[in-house]
């Protein structure tokens, strides 16, 4: 079986890329937290036969989420900050109509359940423990910056991939 994850890359990627690195040195993450690839969830991972990766690619390549426009919110946290489990920017793009073309056509070629996916945003970094247990001072350090940190660059999906991993 493979492990297929969709995700989208922002076109103002190195930018966020630099967000990123900016934020984790100014709270000091790196006990607490693993940088992640800034990228904009699409579909969660699901599992697949590992002769099917063609068609999910073919099924990709219909899409038209190139080009989107992402408006970005702020700075954020899931689940809260009391337990910020993943620093993110919440951000709107449309993409609820291309989300449920690809639920519908990669449910064909699974017998998994495809999980709704979350709530639009770009991924920044996230604790390497589920519980989102951080120190406070992290967690007051993380609230300042959502706070201080009030207008970000506005941008557009740059490409859609599928990322695989066998098992």
Same mark, same amino acid.
């Not at 989420?65 to 449309?94: A, F, T, W």
């Not at 992290?138 to 991993?165: C, G, P």
């Given at each position: !079986?493979?492990?297929?994850?969709?995700?989208?890359?922002?076109?103002?990627?190195?930018?966020?890329?630099?967000?990123?690195?900016?934020?984790?040195?100014?709270?000091?993450?790196?006990?607490?937290? !693993?940088?992640?690839?800034?990228?904009?969830?699409?579909?969660?991972?699901?599992?697949?036969?590992?002769?099917?990766?063609?068609?999910?690619?073919?099924?990709?390549? #219909?899409?038209?989420?190139? #080009?989107?426009?992402?408006?970005?919110? #702020?700075?954020?946290?899931?689940?809260?900050?009391?337990?910020?489990?993943?620093?993110?920017?919440?951000?709107?793009?449309?993409?609820?109509?291309?989300?449920?073309?690809?639920?519908?056509?990669?449910?064909?070629?699974?017998?998994?359940?495809?999980?709704?996916?979350?709530?639009?945003?770009?991924?920044?970094?996230?604790?390497?423990?589920?519980? #989102?247990?951080?120190?406070?001072?992290?967690?007051?350090?993380?609230?300042?910056?959502?706070?201080?940190?009030?207008?970000?660059?506005?941008?557009?999906?740059?490409?859609?991939?599928?990322?695989?991993?066998?098992?």
């Amino acid at each position: !079986m493979t492990r297929v994850y969709i995700s989208a890359k922002p076109d103002k990627y190195l930018y966020v890329k630099s967000l990123r690195d900016e934020l984790w040195r100014i709270v000091d993450a790196r006990y607490d937290y !693993m940088k992640s690839d800034p990228h904009i969830t699409v579909i969660p991972p699901f599992s697949i036969d590992d002769d099917k990766t063609d068609q999910v690619d073919e099924i990709i390549s #219909g899409l038209r989420l190139k #080009g989107q426009d992402v408006k970005v919110n #702020g700075l954020s946290v899931y689940k809260n900050i009391h337990r910020p489990r993943v620093v993110m920017l919440d951000i709107e793009v449309d993409m609820k109509s291309e989300r449920e073309y690809l639920k519908k056509e990669l449910k064909k070629l699974t017998d998994s359940n495809i999980r709704d996916p979350v709530n639009p945003h770009i991924t920044l970094f996230k604790t390497s423990v589920n519980s #989102g247990d951080v120190s406070d001072k992290l967690k007051q350090s993380l609230q300042n910056e959502i706070y201080r940190r009030s207008s970000f660059m506005d941008m557009s999906i740059e490409s859609v991939s599928a990322e695989y991993k066998r098992s």
